[in-house]
């Protein structure tokens, strides 16, 4: 999978259908990338660098001139690349310039885990890694790149560390990518998925101009305006026709990815952490560990690179026990009664909820403290007695007696100013001294990154845990970093604030999962402002927007499932007129969208109308008679209602093509239009399928070239599944 010539000094690295080709250049030792496609069978493809006779040791004279057009493996700054660089740091003398050449490499099988940062992972049969070391001799740093390439699949997994090795002075890392890539122009676009509360991952399409552009959060999440991936696409992108190159980034805190163009018409990607307020101490010895970004390569559209994510995220980042089984359906409180509960309430809830096929009863907000609103109480993580008497422990018993699991919501990290735990720690809070830190939500940050403040939070979350048989999580984050300053941190280290900050929420949500290893975990902020790779390497699952509508979700639920599994999607049918948008929608449509997820329900079960709650029993069958398949199979979209504002379908057929489930969601009816025809997707043409509700038996070469057919339903935001199952 990866091999090295010896003579000529090139890497290559093969995955299942692709090839990644880069080499060693020049006395100086540069790493310049040539190529990354097609899978090749020979690997000699150095002269598509464009450096024969141009090298630095051939022409010193023009050094300056190869540094702004060599297509370099990793840039870093002040020698003369004036592009967007990889790497920068300042000494203590006060320059930024830096230049590393090529010492040495280790190809192995397996892959090595990366300190205290989510990371992809497996076994040295599923695994081969390459790590190559990179030194600037006189700044005594070490720059070690690593590469995973896995079996079966086509994506490519990058981090690097940075060594200060030898040296009696500090160095500061200002600017470090995870990847680069340097690549030919072809009229690319970027593919972006942008947004804001309630309507996070919307797809969209830029073309490549001159310069700079991307994506970017500084906001301490992965956020709800961008998401952590950005892709390159040919002018002739579809499902399943056209080049993309996508890159995900495995990590859940500030970060940057953008695309440059410049004056040679070479696109030039990079992706890492937000240089925003970074700025890192490296003292003699120490290493940084720099997050992993994962790349994937498609010739055929993007469909293969979204099965290829989904595929990589399943198998080699989710941990969970849940990973490869059934969620419990759930029903939380939240919508149906907001703060105002009680013991009695809840069980009323569960009591209904038992009878109908839910699994699982989860108090969302409003359960500690003096919590009665939004305005006080976080941090003060003990039981309000006069809404739950006697504490947690009896509310669970009666829900479990009931045949319910149990779970439970906290937000760990934040701290409101009406709180008995910041009258007592004032100082707790992220802030700026003598400056009145910015309140969102009437609500704090707590300085994760003060040993004390950690253990106080992990001893609160771990009680509380403790306290009675809860096997659920929601783990909430509701607000952004602001008013950067730690009393934790010295002032040279103040700019590293935001990933310490990262890096404690990694440990914490490690120390749960350890503690609790069966717990089930579901990661939320705000919705889906944490909805990124990094958080799936400790939750199983992410609430995916707090806009539970059913044609929100539409498009929601494309954009986020453009890259993550729909297993990590957490998905509900919520109440209606919706509590986001004010829309109404039919109960099956809720029930049919919210199935392309982890599905569960957002409402008061005792209140809804009879005919809704009548349909519950049959949506919770449903969920278990598909869910294996929607959970482990190929997804394939097969129309955008963000494209053509009608109407959105998809379908999951199962690994050995034994069945398939389309899913059809038509938004709106035309007057006087007939049936529409889907096309499906992927399948063997010697197949043939029966459809499970009519009994009518198609090809399967009929199926993707002339079809299904889709009736027109009347009314609006109508849905329709279909079931077809291969006749042996």
């Not at 940084?288 to 399943?314: C, K, N, Q, W």
Request: charged share 25%; hydrophobic share 35%.
């Amino acid at each position: 999978m990866i091999g090295f010539d010896k003579e000529k000094r090139i890497f290559k690295l093969d995955t299942e259908n692709t090839s990644y080709i880069f080499g060693v250049e020049d006395d100086f030792g540069y790493l310049i990338h040539y190529y990354y496609g097609p899978k090749l069978a020979g690997n000699d493809v150095s002269y598509l660098a464009r450096t024969e006779g141009n090298r630095p040791s051939e022409r010193l004279r023009e050094k300056c001139s190869f540094l702004d057009y060599a297509p370099m493996e990793y840039p870093t700054a002040g020698a003369g690349d004036f592009r967007e660089t990889a790497f920068e740091a300042e000494m203590e003398e006060g320059h930024n310039t830096s230049e590393f050449s090529y010492v040495n490499h280790k190809i192995y099988k397996g892959k090595k885990k990366l300190l205290g940062l989510p990371a992809t992972f497996g076994s040295e049969e599923e695994c081969e890694s390459l790590d190559i070391v990179l030194e600037d001799k006189l700044l005594n740093l070490r720059i070690t790149l690593t590469y995973s390439v896995f079996e079966g699949l086509d994506a490519i997994a990058r981090s690097l560390e940075v060594t200060n090795f030898g040296s009696e002075k500090s160095i500061y890392i200002t600017k470090i990518m995870s990847t680069c890539l340097d690549v030919d122009d072809d009229d690319y676009s970027i593919l972006t998925l942008h947004g804001s509360w309630a309507r996070e991952r919307r797809i969209e399409y830029r073309k490549l101009g001159h310069g700079n552009q991307g994506v970017s959060s500084l906001r301490g999440e992965s956020s709800h305006q961008e998401s952590p991936f950005i892709a390159l696409t040919s002018k002739n992108i579809s499902q399943t026709e056209g080049e993309v190159y996508g890159f995900s980034f495995v990590y859940s805190g500030n970060f940057t990815a953008g695309a440059y163009l410049d004056q040679f018409n070479k696109v030039r990607v990079t992706m890492g952490i937000n240089p925003y307020h970074f700025r890192w101490k490296l003292a003699p010895g120490e290493t940084f560990t720099a997050p992993e970004v994962i790349s994937v390569y498609s010739g055929t559209g993007l469909g293969h690179m979204t099965r290829t994510f989904h595929d990589l995220y399943r198998k080699h980042l989710i941990r969970s026990p849940y990973r490869n089984k059934k969620r419990p359906i759930l029903i939380n409180n939240w919508e149906a009664t907001y703060f105002n509960f009680n013991t009695e309430k809840l069980l009323a809830i569960a009591k209904e909820a038992a009878k109908l096929g839910i699994e699982m009863l989860v108090m969302d907000d409003g359960w500690f403290g003096k919590r009665n609103d939004d305005n006080s109480s976080l941090g003060d993580w003990f039981v309000n007695e006069e809404k739950l008497p006697g504490g947690l422990k009896p509310l669970v018993d009666g829900v479990n007696a009931l045949g319910l699991k149990f779970g439970i919501w906290m937000e760990p990290e934040m701290i409101c100013p009406d709180s008995d735990l910041y009258r007592a720690h004032p100082d707790w809070a992220i802030q700026v001294p003598g400056r009145t830190p910015t309140r969102s939500r009437n609500q704090l940050v707590l300085d994760l990154t003060r040993e004390e403040v950690w253990e106080h939070t992990w001893n609160s979350v771990k009680n509380t845990l403790k306290s009675a048989n809860i096997e659920y999580l929601k783990w909430d984050m509701n607000r952004q970093l602001t008013d950067l300053g730690s009393l934790g941190l010295p002032a040279d280290r103040q700019g590293e604030l935001f990933h310490r900050y990262m890096l404690a929420v990694y440990r914490m949500q490690e120390a749960l999962i350890t503690e609790f290893p069966n717990l089930l975990l579901e990661n939320c902020s705000g919705g889906g402002a944490r909805f990124d790779a990094g958080m799936l390497y400790y939750s199983p699952q992410i609430w995916t927007s707090d806009d539970a509508d059913a044609v929100e979700r539409l498009k929601i639920q494309e954009g986020t499932a453009l890259v993550f599994p729909l297993s990590t999607m957490g998905a509900h049918v919520s109440d209606c007129p919706n509590h986001a948008v004010g829309r109404v929608t039919p109960f099956k449509t809720r029930g049919d969208v919210a199935l392309a997820g982890t599905f569960g329900y957002e409402l008061d079960v005792t209140r809804i109308p009879e005919a809704d709650r009548n349909m519950i029993p049959e949506q919770c069958a449903t969920y278990h008679k598909y869910n294996d398949l929607v959970r482990e199979g190929d997804y394939y979209r097969l129309a955008s209602y963000s494209e053509n504002g009608l109407y959105d379908a998809w379908m999951v057929k199962a690994k050995d093509d034994s069945e398939i489930l389309v899913t059809y969601v038509n938004v709106t009816r035309l007057a006087n239009y007939k049936d529409r025809f889907l096309k499906l997707q992927g399948l063997d043409a010697g197949r043939p399928y029966r459809d499970e509700e009519t009994g009518r038996v198609y090809a399967a070469d009929v199926l993707m070239h002339a079809g299904i057919p889709m009736e027109q339903f009347w009314g609006d935001n109508n849905s329709k599944l279909v079931h077809l199952v291969e006749i042996k």
